[in-house]
């Protein structure tokens, strides 16, 4: 039997979340709602609005100030161990993590790991 370490978890969110999940149509968008609305929302500064621009003029991320960069950037900024995401073409991409150390590196940020929720699951357990 293989023991499991168990994670501590101090689960964030950032407004943009209610954004995309009220923009999407699926049917669990109300539970999905209701997972996040008495989460801690993480501040938004001018370092972070800085760090946006980085990533767009460096094409680290696409060129919506709003979207991913944004989330990216938030993490980093308030050092989040995780960003947890679906999204396997902008953030959770392995071939984008070196591009996205280094910048981080140059604007002095922290590095969150970017992951899928099914990454974090453990074998037993399913969303």
Same mark, same amino acid.
């Given at each position: 039997m293989v023991g499991r370490k168990s994670l501590q978890v101090r689960t964030l969110h950032q407004r943009g979340c209610f954004r995309r999940i009220g923009d999407r149509s699926f049917p669990i968008k109300d539970d999905a709602l209701s997972l996040i609305k008495d989460l801690p929302l993480l501040?938004?500064?001018?370092a972070i609005a800085d760090a946006v621009a980085t990533y767009i003029s460096h094409q680290v991320m696409p060129? &919506?100030?709003? @979207? &991913? /960069? !944004?989330? !990216?950037?938030i993490a980093s900024f308030h050092k989040c161990d995780f960003l947890l995401t679906w999204n396997c073409r902008h953030l /959770?991409?392995?071939n984008k993590f070196g591009h996205i150390r280094r910048i981080n590196t140059l604007? @002095?940020?922290f590095v969150p790991t970017m992951a899928t929720p099914l990454e974090l699951l453990g074998e037993s357990e399913s969303p």
């Open positions: 501040e938004i500064n001018e060129s &919506d100030p709003t @979207g &991913d /960069a !944004l989330h !990216l950037a /959770a991409n392995a604007l @002095g940020f």
